[in-house]
């Protein structure tokens, strides 16, 4: 066909968008596993089954990177036959199925363990047991010694407790991805909006920080530190509540 030969993609373009309703599926069940593993810490649950929690990780990681690859396969090969234009119409799910599998084939377990949603995972478990000191019924001295460091640690992660702009404990904190500095989600996001408008760059509210330019999507719920932070709250108010009901009874016998 003189020109090239006029193919529509609409129907590529359909199958892409439902390709991309499947990955956010795919990110809601990585957020329900991270959850759930996080129940399973602060519940000191048996440590395999985080970690079979973990392996569930790692599947949905395999299973977003090849949807990521077929979707990239398939909006290549579109690219290319637009650039092109062919005169005759070329086989589109042979191009797509051949870019797919040169992209599979480079394939390695690290590219698992690189995914974001496994890499917060892994945070939120690490900072989940450190709030919450999870460890094994068996102790030998070394392992005793190492957890009253530990206890020095969380009285002194206590301190993130308060937000740096808000000087309050926080409710929603939310950690910079790019410092790893911590803050009250509202007050960060009200900080960079208003700066938007102003069309400025935000620093770090952290004392100290370098960090010059802040941004929303640098953002992560903490929410390892909003259990702890909820946690300490309910054995505030259980020890208020005993120490009230102790201060009653008392006075009833005198």
């Not at 649950?45 to 990681?61: G, Q, S």
Request: charged share 30%.
């Amino acid at each position: 066909m003189p020109g090239g030969a006029r193919i529509s993609f609409s129907g590529v373009d359909s199958s892409l968008s439902s390709l991309k309703n499947c990955q956010s599926y795919i990110n809601t069940g990585m957020d329900i596993a991270t959850h759930v593993a996080l129940d399973l810490v602060e519940s000191y649950n048996d440590v395999e089954d985080i970690n079979t929690m973990e392996n569930v990780m790692l599947e949905y990681a395999a299973m977003d990177r090849e949807l990521n690859h077929y979707m990239r396969a398939i909006e290549e090969t579109v690219n290319q036959i637009k650039r092109e234009k062919p005169e005759n119409i070329p086989d589109l799910k042979n191009l797509v199925k051949e870019k797919f599998t040169a992209l599979e084939s480079m394939n390695s377990d690290s590219d698992l363990q690189k995914n974001e949603k496994y890499m917060y995972f892994k945070d939120q478990l690490k900072e989940m047991r450190k709030q919450f000191m999870l460890k094994n019924d068996t102790l030998d001295n070394d392992e005793a010694i190492e957890q009253i460091d530990e206890d020095i640690a969380v009285t002194q992660s206590q301190m993130n407790f308060i937000c740096p702009i808000t000087q309050m404990e926080m409710k929603r904190p939310v950690r910079n991805k790019v410092c790893g500095h911590i803050y009250e989600e509202d007050a960060i996001l009200k900080i960079i909006q208003t700066r938007k408008q102003q069309k400025k760059k935000v620093r770090c509210p952290k004392i100290g920080c370098s960090h010059s330019d802040v941004k929303e999507s640098d953002l992560m719920p903490d929410e390892a530190l909003k259990r702890a932070i909820d946690s300490q709250n309910k054995q505030s108010w259980s020890t208020l509540e005993k120490s009230d009901g102790y201060a009653a009874a008392t006075k009833i016998c005198y």
